[in-house]
Each structure stands twice: as structure tokens, then as C-alpha cells.
């Protein structure tokens, strides 16, 4: 048989003096019978009691109470969380919304105001136009008088150009009176409705070409935009970068036909497009761009 081993306070026996001590160290009522003093350790979150320090953390571990009150703290804080983010995002999209209207409105009175002193050159142009008649076109700079009053007179010069051109397999970039002529005779609506590429195409035709239809303007460097022509004098030149070219053009009366034609325009300052087209043509020298890449391409086809 076993050795049993009976507790001498409260009679409980056991199988061994090891678990005797333990139930001596640990059982409340035997150490009430021993007169010892209890320690209770109680759980702060439900409460409970327990004997020792290590029940005490054993029980945390599991505490259904802890674990709710732990998930409650981690919700409130996922939901101050959220709030805060929402309140930044709403805050970042007015920011953003202001930022655009403000943006938009500056880019509005730029235009408006863009377009106010357009207007006010082109009614500057037409003033001065309608104001100033010159009998004939020197070698100034001249203005255009109304086409239709002038038609005859405007046959005549047509004419005298025509005859003049049978004879001409040259360029002079200095005789303002045969590229004014030419604008005067051939830009109309249609024209600027396309800008300086339809610019471009009434120049080749009908100042880069002779009376036979042979190019006197031919392309030697397409990517630098150098040109060579045979001057008056019969030596052959270069026109590097077709400044020759866009110098006259500058110096023409392109923009006193252009300004005369727009000003008939009544959606001119309405419509972007037809704007912007107008807008080429009367700041041709300011930039001349796309007129030279049509020059190119134009005289390039020549060439095949």
C-alpha cells in the first residue's frame, strides 16, 4: 500500500508530502485553520478573485471582460481614426476645389483680357485703315484701301504684275510692290480660315514660282530650313533658316489684309479657332513657325 499523508490542520490526506505542502501553501480553508492571513488578488477588469499572482495572470490571459473591453478601446480608436482621415480628405478636396475655381478664374480673365486688347489692336487697325488712302503701293509700307471702291484700279495693277512676272525667273525678297500685290490679290477668308499653312500655299504657288510653274525658291537643308534662289543679278543665293523669306513677308501688308478681312468676321472673337488662325497671320513676325515647315514641305514635294 501507499504511504498516506494526512494534512495535520484539516485532516485531508494525500498521496505525497510534495502535493501535502502545496494544499498547505494554497487551500483557503486550511489556511484558515492554520490562522494564516489570505492574499486575494482580484482581476481589474471583471473583478474576480483569485489566490495567487500567478492564477491572477493566468486568468488575464483568458479574461472574457478584458478581451471586450480591449476590442471596445481598439473600435474607438479605429473609429477616431476614420473620422480624423474623412475630416482630412474633406478638408484636401475643398483645398483642391478652391485651388481650381481660383485657377480657372485667372485663366478666364487672362483670356478675356487677351482677347480685350486684341480687339482693341484690331479696332486700332481698322480705324487707321479707314482713315488713311494711298493713292498707289511704293516701296513704304502701304495700307489697303476698301477692295470693292478700288477694283478697277487694283485690275490695273493686277495686271501690270502679271506682265511683269512672264518676265521674272528670279527672287527679289526687296520689291515690297509684287508680295503685296500677291496678298492684296489672293488672301482672302478662306485663307486665313487656314492660318499660315494656307498662307504658306499661296506664297509657294504664286511668289516662289515663275510664270511657267518652275520653283525659283528650292529646299537644300530640311532640318535647318536652308534655301537657295537666284537673285536679279543671276547669282545663285542661300536663305538660311528662310529668314530672306519671312523678313519680307514681315515687311509685307499682310497684316493690314488680314485685319481688313477679320474685322468682317462677327464670331471672331467667339470662336478659338478661328482666333488663333487670325492670330498667326497678324503676328507672323512674331512667330512664323508653321508657315516655314509648310514652305518645306511644299518644296519638298516639288522636288520628287
Known sequence: ME???????CSKEFSSK???????KNAKYCLNMQGKSINIYNCNFCLKALSSQ???????????????????NKYEKMKKSIERLER??????????????????????????KIDKIRLEYEKMRIEYENRIESRMDKH????????????????????TTNNNTQQNFLNFDDKDRLNNIIE???NYDIINKGQVGFAGVVYQKYLKDEKGDLLY?????????????????????????????DAVSKSNLTKVVSCIAKDINDIFEDKDKFEKVSQ???????????RKEIVRLTKINDK
Do not use: P, W
Open 3 to 9: 504511504n498516506i499523508v494526512v494534512c495535520e490542520f
Open 18 to 24: 510534495g502535493n501535502l505542502k502545496v494544499h498547505q
Open 54 to 72: 500567478q492564477n491572477l495572470h493566468d486568468h488575464i490571459l483568458i479574461c472574457k471582460e478584458k478581451l471586450k473591453i480591449e476590442t471596445e
Open 88 to 113: 482630412l480628405n474633406e478638408r484636401q478636396r475643398r483645398e483642391y476645389e478652391e485651388k481650381m475655381e481660383r485657377k480657372l478664374k485667372e485663366q478666364k480673365c487672362e483670356y478675356e483680357e
Open 141 to 160: 509700307e502701304a495700307t489697303m484701301s476698301n477692295i470693292a471702291m478700288k477694283s478697277k484700279q487694283a485690275n490695273i495693277v493686277n495686271n501690270t
Open 185 to 187: 490679290n489672293h488672301v
Open 218 to 246: 528650292k529646299i537644300v537643308d530640311m532640318s535647318r530650313q536652308n534655301f537657295e534662289y537666284t537673285d536679279e543679278k543671276g547669282e545663285v543665293k542661300v536663305d538660311l533658316g528662310a529668314k530672306k523669306l519671312t
Open 281 to 291: 497671320l497678324t503676328e507672323f513676325d512674331k512667330d512664323n513657325s508653321k508657315f
